[in-house]
């Protein structure tokens, strides 16, 4: 019986980790395209980061049809505490950044690898996962999982910058979400950290 729940429990948060990681690309990629054919721009992702901002402050006191269903199934029993719908604003912050910093190609790039690395990286690591990456202190993801999500934001990063630039958003994506960069002692969210972090070594690299 305890072999059994304890594979159960396994295979539960298997199901969680993926669902989260689909809702999150989901979103991503659907950004990316509105993005790219100009039917969306800054303006209309700065009005969906204040609205996700003002649900989360609602959340906290009323509870939201629908709404509530994602934050209790899919946002993690900590943040939900703390801040629901937090993997939501970081991801509409780090890509609002991107948009208004750097030039369209750059921008599209870094949303291409903030919504296909971290979701691929930690499902694909949990189902096939062997080598834990030392980079990662919270021990939580694997160097399969990283190789992975860095080979599909290498090719979907090539629609809008060449192969050596792609690569290099690739890398420097994967090194990016695994360290932890700390802002008064509290760790900025690698939404926010990836985004940012592509677009400065593309800019380099053109110098």
């Given at each position: 019986?305890?072999?059994?729940?304890?594979?159960?429990?396994?295979?539960?948060?298997?199901?969680?980790?993926?669902?989260?990681?689909?809702?999150?690309?989901?979103?991503?990629?659907?950004?990316?395209?509105?993005?790219?054919?100009?039917?969306?721009?800054?303006?209309?992702?700065?009005?969906?980061?204040?609205?996700?901002?003002?649900?989360?402050?609602?959340?906290?006191?009323?509870?939201?049809?629908?709404?509530?269903?994602?934050?209790?199934?899919?946002?993690?029993?900590?943040?939900?505490?703390?801040?629901?719908?937090?993997?939501?604003?970081?991801?509409?912050?780090?890509?609002?950044?991107?948009?208004?910093?750097?030039?369209?190609?750059?921008?599209?790039?870094?949303i291409v690898v903030v919504s296909l690395l971290d979701p691929i990286s930690r499902s694909f690591g949990m189902m096939f996962g062997k080598t834990i990456n030392i980079l990662d202190p919270k021990k939580k993801?694997?160097?399969?999982?990283?190789?992975?999500?860095?080979?599909?934001?290498?090719?979907?990063?090539?629609?809008?910058?060449?192969?050596?630039?792609?690569?290099?958003?690739?890398?420097?994506?994967?090194?990016?979400?695994?360290?932890?960069?700390?802002?008064?002692?509290?760790?900025?969210?690698?939404?926010?950290?990836?985004?940012?972090?592509?677009?400065?070594?593309?800019?380099?690299?053109?110098?």
């Amino acid at each position: 019986m305890k072999r059994s729940k304890k594979k159960n429990n396994k295979l539960n948060s298997l199901e969680y980790e993926i669902t989260r990681a689909f809702l999150h690309m989901t979103l991503g990629i659907l950004l990316l395209t509105f993005l790219s054919m100009r039917i969306i721009n800054g303006f209309h992702i700065f009005i969906l980061l204040i609205l996700s901002g003002l649900i989360s402050l609602i959340y906290k006191k009323y509870k939201l049809p629908v709404i509530s269903f994602f934050f209790e199934n899919y946002e993690r029993p900590k943040v939900l505490k703390r801040f629901p719908g937090k993997g939501l604003v970081t991801l509409l912050i780090g890509i609002l950044l991107a948009y208004k910093l750097y030039p369209f190609d750059i921008a599209m790039t870094t949303i291409v690898v903030v919504s296909l690395l971290d979701p691929i990286s930690r499902s694909f690591g949990m189902m096939f996962g062997k080598t834990i990456n030392i980079l990662d202190p919270k021990k939580k993801k694997y160097i399969e999982g990283h190789i992975m999500g860095g080979v599909a934001s290498f090719l979907v990063s090539m629609i809008y910058v060449n192969p050596i630039e792609s690569l290099i958003a690739a890398l420097v994506g994967i090194i990016s979400e695994s360290v932890i960069v700390q802002l008064n002692g509290e760790s900025i969210d690698d939404n926010i950290v990836v985004p940012l972090a592509v677009g400065v070594s593309i800019l380099l690299l053109r110098m």
